[in-house]
């Protein structure tokens, strides 16, 4: 049986850290110990993994019985069979055809299906523009389709758009929080830890195909200056505006490879220090002490997690990991006690592991 699907607390981007002091507190209890027990070996983490990939059939199987679009559209993003796919998003999208999210995902659903399905009959490519016109991405993926198709001309028009659009998002954390009522209405023994790392490797894997963009820019920019421009404005417009580290490392890749093929090499290597610096970045950030317990507290707890999703959306990704590390630093400095629990959460709780971003 599907249960109803209930909505995650909407905290606003600011972090609550007396939640995250609590986690930090109750990391250790006595309940938890007696739940873990110790640490868990390696054949019993394969173990949770193997269940966690047999589980994506049985979600799929149990969410595309429910008349919920949210439901069907889990089921469509889990779903291995190509025709199957396209049968559950358009009974998702027949529920509540205005969702800009719901037929982003149709529209990269599609494609990703190939030719053994034809997609541009129903027109959701035409109503992907018209209700998130003011989303550069949804530009760039008809480009794609446009330019896979042949349409040079009017993949040239749809990138024009793309590069003055007011914003630039992939839906991401939508999706990630959207998997995590997935999980839960399906039914399941897993805990809100896992079903948080779980709905992270899933959203993961829909991610756009980035590569789709690079390659058309670079063959359409090596032989036409307007092309050239035109996927250099999006690179910028995206690279400022952007929230995730993959969709700015993309943008600055499109931006370096139209510069080149513009002639423009000194702006071209400006890039490529942008991108060496976003790079050094990530790699320090890697590199605090706290990182790990970060990763492990943000999916520890339903607030801390959707507090987190929050952050990404108003300051990006590291932006928002970085001030919820300090913000731990910052708790243990004032309660040089909480380091011991954080050492203890890490070996008593290693499937957390799981959820790293």
């Not at 640490?39 to 595309?64: E, P, V, Y």
């Not at 790699?283 to 706290?290: E, V």
């Amino acid at each position: 049986h599907v249960q109803p699907a209930t909505s995650p607390p909407a905290p606003d981007s600011g972090l609550p850290v007396a939640d995250l002091r609590s986690a930090l507190n109750d990391a250790c209890s006595d309940a938890t110990l007696e739940r873990d027990g110790k640490a868990w070996t390696d054949g019993q983490i394969q173990s949770k993994l193997d269940a966690i990939n047999g589980l994506k059939q049985s979600l799929s199987d149990r969410l595309s019985i429910s008349p919920s679009a949210d439901h069907l559209h889990v089921a469509a993003l889990v779903e291995k069979d190509p025709a199957l796919r396209i049968e559950l998003i358009d009974r998702a999208i027949s529920h509540n055809p205005s969702d800009s999210f719901l037929v982003w995902s149709a529209v990269q659903i599609c494609y990703e299906s190939g030719d053994s399905v034809d997609c541009r009959s129903r027109g959701w490519d035409q109503r992907l523009v018209a209700i998130d016109g003011q989303n550069s991405e949804s530009w760039l993926r008809v480009a794609a389709n446009r330019y896979r198709a042949g349409e040079t001309d009017s993949a040239l028009e749809a990138m024009r758009r793309a590069a003055t659009a007011a914003e630039t998002r992939i839906y991401w954390t939508e999706r990630i929080e959207m998997l995590v009522r997935g999980l839960a209405a399906a039914g399941s023994d897993f805990s809100f830890p896992e079903r948080a790392g779980m709905a992270l490797g899933l959203a993961a894997m829909a991610l756009p195909r980035y590569g789709d963009f690079t390659t058309m820019c670079e063959e359409q920019s090596a032989q036409n200056v307007d092309w050239a421009y035109a996927c250099l404005r999006y690179g910028e417009l995206a690279e400022n505006q952007g929230k995730t580290e993959i969709g700015v490392a993309i943008a600055l890749a499109i931006q370096k490879l139209a510069l080149e093929a513009l002639g423009e090499l000194d702006k071209a290597t400006e890039v490529g220090q942008r991108i060496e610096a976003r790079r050094q970045q990530r790699m320090d950030l890697t590199k605090t002490d706290n990182l790990a317990t970060t990763e492990r507290l943000i999916i520890s707890n339903p607030t801390l997690f959707f507090a987190f999703l929050a952050a990404i959306r108003s300051e990006g990704e590291v932006n928002a990991k970085r001030r919820i590390t300090a913000e731990i630093e910052r708790l243990i400095e004032q309660q040089p006690e909480l380091a011991c629990e954080i050492e203890r959460l890490i070996e008593q709780q290693p499937e957390l592991a799981c959820g790293t971003f």
